[in-house]
């Protein structure tokens, strides 16, 4: 009845109704909003919309002066117009997609199966005619090459041409059909085709609507000054907050100044953790109660440790890590300290103005040494992996205890000479928003410790008192360690004079001392240092924390 051609039609009709099928029920799945319904009803059903309007809700909650409020309106305003969009894109699917599609599955492709089927049960048909006919003739015992006679005989030829006729009326229209369906395949394909133009356009429009929004949603996050510090870098901290100081240093500086400088083993001695973590969340907050925590300098001085420690780069920087090593490597004094003030002045002015805050305050910390039994050596140890680390991966804890003694040969050199690294004073309390809260007084003998401020006379009677200052050294380094579970502190280092003055010039262990009172000159091109050969006479200008001056 049907061409091999058309049989090959026939058996592709079953697949294409197959997978037209399957498409239109996965497609349907795909959609969001309720199918049938127009564009205001489906709106309401929409997950989108609940979640928009979600939002507007918790913004009106929270109100416009919070941070959380403006985040939520806008991202209300954002997924409103999301779902808009949305909508319209599925609308334009189910209409000119998952619609053609489920005609085509569902009607024509049935239309022409049924048709097939109608055909081969007129053929049926036919051939039974055929065989009445037949055995028609037979009875009547005519020769087969003759035509029967009678009005039966006329009858059953009639009904078989009919049914001949009627078959090859359905054969003609069956065939047109599958030839129309062949012929309408690129049709079909474009089905496909707008889905995904469709998709495309819907993103496309998704994206321009984001886009826009993202701006304003930066703005607003950018405006809000209340950002977390710790664990965020220098600069962009410093950008937000418009500081030159980061505001957990200034913070726990001016407030151990006021209340810490006497604390035995400060930076030492670990805080209450529970302390630790509720100073971190108020300065990440901004806000900082300065009575409560004046009774605690040890969670103060935690805090600005893990603040330190918490920056994505070392105060120092991963850049300069390499200098900083191989300047502290140099063994004549003179030479290393000219190459650590050269590491200095390279810092990025972010990182020069912060590390000048802390050695400055560190300074300052070790003039209370006596009482607080926190040498330059004995803060290097402590803080300086807090300052500069290498930048690698592997076991940190097993590269900072074969590089410990580096770093610390870095860090006490700038502590012990900070005026001149970093020469001019400083004010701590650069935003004067800390107030001087009532001191307690932590220890019993603290009426006896000198006051920075007091004059050069009134001080040098105290100094007679004081232990010198440390010139870090590997011996006294090992030593700090193993007595560091004890609680004991270094006892004073060779190197020291008389009087406890300390060269800054002379070679660790070497014994070189310049006696208190000591004007150390600066000679040669350039910035240098030139040791003397001798003891200064007494009443030559007094020097500070063995800093010589700068000429050029």
């Known amino acids: 009845v049907l061409s091999e051609d058309l049989l090959q039609v026939e058996k592709r009709l079953e697949l294409v109704k197959q997978v037209s099928h399957s498409t239109h029920k996965k497609l349907t799945a795909c959609l969001q909003g309720q199918q049938g319904l127009d564009a205001d009803k489906r709106s309401k059903k929409l997950p989108l919309t609940t979640l928009a309007q979600c939002l507007m809700e918790g913004s009106t909650v929270l109100g416009d002066d919070s941070l959380l409020g403006k985040m939520l309106r806008l991202c209300g305003e954002a997924e409103d117009k999301l779902a808009q969009e949305l909508i319209h894109f599925e609308l334009q699917v189910e209409r000119d997609v998952i619609e053609p599609l489920f005609v085509l599955a569902e009607v024509e492709i049935p239309n022409i199966q049924k048709q097939r089927k109608h055909l081969a049960k007129l053929v049926l048909d036919m051939d039974s005619s055929r065989t009445r006919w037949q055995q028609s003739v037979k009875s009547s015992g005519l020769a087969s090459n003759l035509q029967p006679s009678g009005a039966k005989a006329d009858a059953l030829r009639e009904e078989m041409e009919e049914a001949a ?71 962009e901290h410093l950008a937000v907050s418009g500081r030159e100081i980061a505001f957990p240093v200034e913070a726990c500086v001016t407030m151990l100044l006021e209340c810490g400088m006497q604390e035995e083993g400060l930076f030492r001695v670990a805080p209450s953790a529970s302390k630790l973590k509720k100073l971190k969340a108020a300065l990440d907050c901004c806000v900082v109660d300065v009575q409560e925590y004046s009774a605690d300098p040890h969670a103060i001085a935690g805090a600005l440790k893990s603040y330190l420690r918490e920056l994505p780069e070392p105060l120092m920087t991963f850049e300069l890590y390499e200098e900083w090593i191989q300047a502290s490597n140099i063994p004549e004094q003179e030479k ?132 010198p200052l440390s010139v870090a050294t590997d011996n006294m380094m090992l030593e700090f360690y193993k007595k560091d579970g004890q609680g004991d502190v270094l006892g004073v280092p060779a190197g020291t004079g008389d009087n406890g003055c300390v060269s800054p010039l002379s070679p660790r262990g070497a014994g070189h001392s310049v006696p208190r009172g000591c004007h150390l000159p600066l000679g040669g091109t350039g910035i240098g240092v030139a040791l003397p050969t001798h003891c200064c006479e007494p009443g030559r200008a007094p020097w500070h924390g063995c800093s010589p001056d700068i000429t050029p």
């Open 165 to 235: 006729n009627r078959v090859e009326i359905c054969r003609d229209q069956l065939s047109a059909d599958m030839y129309n369906f062949v012929a309408k395949e690129v049709d079909y394909a474009n089905y496909f085709q707008t889905l995904i133009e469709v998709q495309a356009e819907y993103h496309r429009k998704s994206l321009a609507l984001l886009q826009n929004f993202l701006p304003q949603i930066k703005a607003q996050q950018e405006a809000w000054m209340e950002k977390p510090s710790f664990g965020k870098p220098l600069e």
């Open 336 to 467: 290393r300290l000219q190459a650590l003030w050269n590491a200095c002045e390279k810092l990025p002015k972010a990182n020069y103005n912060n590390i000048r805050y802390v050695i400055k305050f560190l300074a300052k910390l070790t003039e209370y040494q006596d009482m607080n039994k926190m040498t330059p050596s004995n803060v290097a140890i402590v803080l300086g992996p807090n300052l500069l680390w290498p930048q690698a991966e592997g076991n940190m804890t097993e590269m900072m205890t074969t590089l410990s003694l580096q770093i610390v040969g870095i860090i006490e050199p700038l502590i012990q000479h900070a005026d001149w690294f970093f020469p001019g004073d400083i004010e701590f309390n650069v935003t004067g928003n800390y107030g001087s809260p009532l001191h307690v007084n932590h220890n019993a003998n603290y009426s006896s410790m000198p006051s920075p401020d007091m004059d050069h006379s009134e001080r040098r009677q105290h100094d007679q008192a004081r232990r």
